[in-house]
């Protein structure tokens, strides 16, 4: 089983960046693992994914060039560095996990255990 406990979310003007932190416990297999956000209003929506040995990522179209994900399986932690930040990009962000194949990258909802959720506000 796995605990999931994202941090780093607050208040940046658009054009500046930020990293959020997804500290994970209690892992025995491998796991991919996957940035969320959901907006006031709207669906949760897939940000970006990494497969469990950090080779492979994947990115919603919205932050392609923008977000970069990456993973420190030695702490197991997962981080979203976000550059150019938009207004739109305000929401709260839930990191996510789900076992999977070493080069498998997981895309959608279908993860099995996800965090809290941290607030991201981006102001005009």
């Known amino acids: 089983q796995v605990q999931l406990v994202e941090s780093g979310g607050r208040l940046v003007q658009a054009g500046g960046s930020l990293k959020l932190s997804c500290g994970a416990s209690?892992?025995?297999?491998?796991?991919?693992m996957g940035w969320f956000r959901q907006a006031p209003g709207k669906e949760r929506e897939f940000v970006a994914g990494?497969?469990?040995?950090?080779?492979?990522?994947y990115y919603a179209d919205s932050v392609k060039g923008r977000f970069t994900i990456s993973r420190d399986n030695a702490m197991n932690t997962v981080y979203l560095q976000m550059n150019n930040l938009k207004p739109e990009d305000t929401a709260a962000y839930y990191c996510?996990?789900?076992?999977?194949?070493?080069?498998?990258?997981?895309?959608?909802?279908?993860?099995?255990?996800w965090g809290q959720g941290t607030q991201v506000t981006v102001s005009s």
């Open positions: 209690g892992r025995t297999f491998s796991y991919a």
């Open positions: 996510a996990a789900k076992p999977a194949r070493t080069w498998e990258v997981v895309r959608g909802t279908s993860y099995d255990y």
């Open positions: 990494i497969s469990p040995n950090g080779v492979y990522q």
